[in-house]
């Protein structure tokens, strides 16, 4: 079941991997068909974010690149017992198109959010500490800066 979280920052709507988004009418969502690439991706976590009381909720994930047991935190999520150590090698980040600009291929991906706050003040750190993914999956070149994951390549 998915479970509202509140670690330091926004309050966020936090979803185990299998869990259905269940959305609420008043929240802006990206592409339903493609919630089979996230649901129980090994690295990603889905979480809802409203950042003021008038605005939808709005989806993004949460990435760990740090080989966190995500299911034991799914556990400790839905039993009341995580806290703030289970999120810490996570970064959020927003599911979104690019076009590569040495080969032009279109690559859904995953890129770090580093507008939302809700893991707490400590995003230096993360972003330091945190695995990236640098090269286009087609022809090898650099991509855009801060993409964590490539959906089509999962």
């Not at 995500?70 to 970064?91: E, N, W």
Request: net charge negative.
């Amino acid at each position: 079941m998915a479970v509202t979280l509140d670690l330091g920052g926004t309050p966020f709507v936090f979803f185990p991997a299998g869990e259905p988004w269940g959305i609420p009418g008043d929240v802006v969502h990206g592409d339903q068909l493609e919630d089979p690439l996230l649901i129980d991706h090994p690295r990603l976590r889905r979480i809802l974010v409203r950042s003021y009381p008038s605005m939808p909720a709005l989806p993004y994930v949460l990435h760990w690149s740090d080989g966190s047991d995500l299911h034991a935190v799914d556990s400790r999520v839905t039993a009341g017992t995580v806290d703030a150590k289970d999120f810490q090698g996570a970064l959020v980040a927003e599911v979104r198109s690019v076009v590569c600009r040495n080969c032009a291929a279109i690559l859904r991906v995953v890129v770090a959010e580093t507008a939302i706050s809700v893991l707490g003040g400590d995003l230096a750190p993360r972003i330091a500490e945190h695995e990236f993914r640098q090269n286009c999956p087609v022809c090898g070149e650099p991509t855009l800066p801060y993409v964590v994951e490539h959906l089509d390549a999962a």
